[in-house]
């Protein structure tokens, strides 16, 4: 009786670690996803969120482009800075740079 080989492993019933580490790197790169591209009006609105935020002392969120899923940030926009990002507090005594680029959303 021959059975029919339902996937490549089959006919092996061990896979070596280097070879398995491979396969799960490269299923996880082609799950990469591309960076949106924002347009002009978008990237006013952005713009606009940020400026409040510093004005007002508002919360905003900022969500950030990640090739393999976003993240979110909330806290308050301290100062815009074209070269070096969005300076953003999180909380009374702790802030962080933000580069521009990586923002596709503010809220």
Sequence with gaps: MSRKLESIW???RMVMPEHKQRIIREERE???RVKPTLDP???ELIDRALYK???E???VTLTLFAPFGDSQYKGI???IDRQMGIKIRWSEDD???IKMNDVISVT
């Design 30 to 32: 082609q799950e990469r």
């Design 95 to 97: 802030w962080d740079w």
């Design 77 to 79: 926009v301290m100062k």
């Design 10 to 12: 089959d006919c092996s």
């Design 57 to 59: 002392h508002s919360p």
């Design 41 to 43: 009006q978008e990237i």
């Design 53 to 55: 935020s510093m004005e």
